[in-house]
């Protein structure tokens, strides 16, 4: 048996447990069974080959993966000849998520997704609370999977939180990228400092803004909880929170499903023992701001590495921070395109122009 294939598991394997959060299914109505559930309803809407298994890491910790590629077998060969294309959703996402793309990505190209380490199906081992040390973890656990997998060279992409960390794995691990697709990457810009209030003119008092009270009550408030906490405590309100919270999801996919099929999947994800969600906040500030801002260490890219930055036009994520990379790198090949009426969400808003975009930049590997 090789190693790869001694590091898989099938999917059919005892689920794992959720340690001291093992008695709180009595009020949250969940389980990593439903959560596995959902997500077959989600994948049964694949057209393409799909593998599906847990993959090992050497510390035991499991990553949940799926491999898709093309039906038609006269096409297996081409396929294998080409770079996989490898795709890491963002916070408190999952691999249901790309039912949109997978079908359309992997025509040509074999694709694997994967649930980051704390997330979805994924292990949920305890992560520090140092923001540099909580990011290696994240990027250890993505290098040990490439290996199990016996990944030579891949054209990474990372939406959100998996743009941040892709871009960090391809700054330690360069030779094994060919291509870094980033999709409304979060944790890029430093944090703006506070504005100041005064005429401006030279001699003049000049004071900081200081947001009111109540503000900064809350704040420090929410600083001690993990960013999901709400959905947890929330009790079996919870699936109906999150429909409250996020019918966007319901309306992205309302042509694949007519029910609550992506909020479940959506809350089933983020119900269980919050261990992603913890390394997410050792990494970021209040508000959402990352620690270790990226824009610090794109610089450490190669020069010859190949960038894409993909942002939706009416994400809240700001494009212009595509122009600031691009800057710092120089005559680096970096792009940046706008997907026009796409929010943050850009793969699930305007699927058809995503496909499109992500497999032109993936023509040009190979």
């Not at 299914?25 to 389980?31: D, I, K, L, M, Q």
């Not at 980033?182 to 703006?192: I, S």
């Not at 906490?229 to 919870?238: K, L, N």
Request: glycine share 8%; aromatic share 10%.
């Amino acid at each position: 048996m090789s190693p790869a294939n001694a590091a898989m598991q099938d999917e059919t394997d005892a689920e794992q447990t959720s340690g001291y959060w093992s008695w709180w299914p009595s009020w949250r109505p969940t389980s990593m069974s439903l959560l596995k559930s959902a997500e077959s309803k989600i994948l049964a809407c694949l057209q393409n080959d799909v593998w599906s298994r847990f993959v090992t890491l050497s510390n035991q910790n499991r990553i949940w993966t799926l491999k898709v590629t093309n039906k038609s077998s006269h096409k297996h060969k081409d396929q294998a000849a080409k770079t996989p294309l490898v795709m890491v959703h963002g916070f408190g996402g999952g691999v249901g998520l790309w039912i949109r793309n997978l079908d359309t990505l992997s025509c040509s190209r074999p694709v694997y997704a994967f649930d980051l380490l704390g997330f979805g199906r994924s292990s949920r081992p305890s992560f520090p609370s140092d923001a540099s040390l909580a990011e290696e973890q994240f990027i250890t656990s993505i290098e040990q999977w490439r290996q199990s997998l016996g990944l030579e060279r891949m054209i990474l992409l990372g939406h959100s939180l998996g743009g941040y960390l892709a871009t960090s794995y391809t700054i330690q691990y360069p030779e094994r990228v060919s291509h870094l697709i980033l999709v409304d990457a979060w944790g890029f810009p430093e944090r703006p400092q506070p504005q100041l209030q005064g005429s401006g003119g030279q001699g003049s008092e000049v004071k900081r803004v200081s947001p009111p009270r109540w503000v900064k009550a809350l704040v420090s408030l929410f600083s001690f909880f993990n960013p999901l906490a709400v959905i947890r405590a929330a009790g079996p309100w919870g699936p109906g929170l999150v429909n409250r919270l996020r019918p966007d999801f319901k309306r992205k996919y309302e042509d694949l499903f007519d029910d609550d099929t992506m909020t479940q999947y959506i809350y089933h994800c983020n119900a269980q023992n919050p261990s992603g969600e913890v390394g997410f906040k050792a990494m970021s500030e209040s508000l959402g701001w990352a620690k270790r801002p990226m824009v610090q260490r794109v610089h450490l890219l190669p020069p010859s590495m190949p960038v894409s930055m993909l942002y939706g036009e009416r994400s809240w994520v700001e494009s212009s921070t595509g122009n600031t990379v691009a800057q710092i790198r120089g005559k680096s090949p970096t792009s940046i395109t706008l997907i026009e009426d796409a929010s943050h969400h850009v793969y699930a808003d305007q699927p058809e122009e995503f496909n499109r975009v992500v497999e032109s930049i993936c023509n040009t590997v190979d």
